[in-house]
């Protein structure tokens, strides 16, 4: 069936480097896709979307990136900082459903 | 101004045992997830709500799990027969939409 998925299971980044988290997506009807971080104890925070009429999109030191193509995904973060570290999922939704559908995560880990 | 709040935020029950959890939403959000969280995993969507209707209960895992909501507003969780395979958190979000979801921090269930 339709899947997100992510790269990496794990990054580490040395603190003030930039970090980027990869997705790549099945479903070509996606057209919503989110970003979201989660710390632990915590439930997802929303970091940034993006819908499929655009290719990129900044936030504060965010950037998403979207390749609809080759179906990739991308959260570029500048300037990583150590409350940057937590986990981070991508999801994706198409018109159609109801719920979005998320990806398994990728831990960030900034390095001092 | 708060945001999503769930209770308990911890709760350790015995196999067999029945277990509610509660969620509180973002007032004015129409919408209402449950999502089951398990270790390093990814979130796994069980249940939606529109208003007090669940539409799509496609993810519920067994009879074992139902949920209502009630005044467009708390919704409750409850697993009957609590097994271990059930030991997860579980989260819950609201929205106006269907897409960007505000999230609570969850409910950490243990099934001894």
């Known amino acids: 069936g339709e899947s997100v998925g992510l790269h990496l299971p794990t990054l580490s980044v040395q603190e003030g480097d930039n970090s980027i988290i990869n997705c790549a997506y099945s479903n070509s009807a996606s057209d919503y896709f989110i970003w979201y971080k989660q710390e632990s104890g915590k439930g997802p925070q929303f970091i940034i979307d993006i819908r499929s009429n655009m290719d990129k999109r900044q936030g504060q030191r965010v950037t998403v990136l979207l390749n609809k193509t080759v179906k990739h995904l991308s959260l570029q973060i500048a300037a990583t900082q150590p409350g940057d570290s937590a986990v981070y999922f991508c999801?994706?939704?198409?018109?159609?459903?109801?719920?979005?559908?998320f990806g398994s995560g990728t831990q960030l880990t900034v390095l001092p | 101004g708060a945001g999503v709040s769930q209770s308990p935020s911890n709760k350790v029950t015995e196999k067999g045992k029945d277990v509610e959890l509660r969620c509180d939403p973002i007032s004015g959000h129409t919408a209402l997830y449950w999502y089951r969280q398990s270790l390093g995993q990814g979130l796994e969507f069980l249940i939606y709500?529109?208003?007090?209707?669940?539409?799509?209960k496609s993810g519920l895992p067994s009879d074992r799990f139902s949920a209502e909501r009630t005044g467009g507003s708390v919704s409750t969780l409850t697993i009957q027969r609590t097994q271990q395979e059930d030991s997860a958190v579980y989260l819950c979000a609201s929205s106006f939409t269907n897409e960007k979801l505000f999230f609570g921090s969850g409910t950490q269930l243990s099934v001894l």
């Open positions: 999801a994706e939704k198409d018109g159609s459903a109801r719920q979005l559908t």
């Open positions: 709500f529109q208003g007090n209707s669940a539409p799509d």
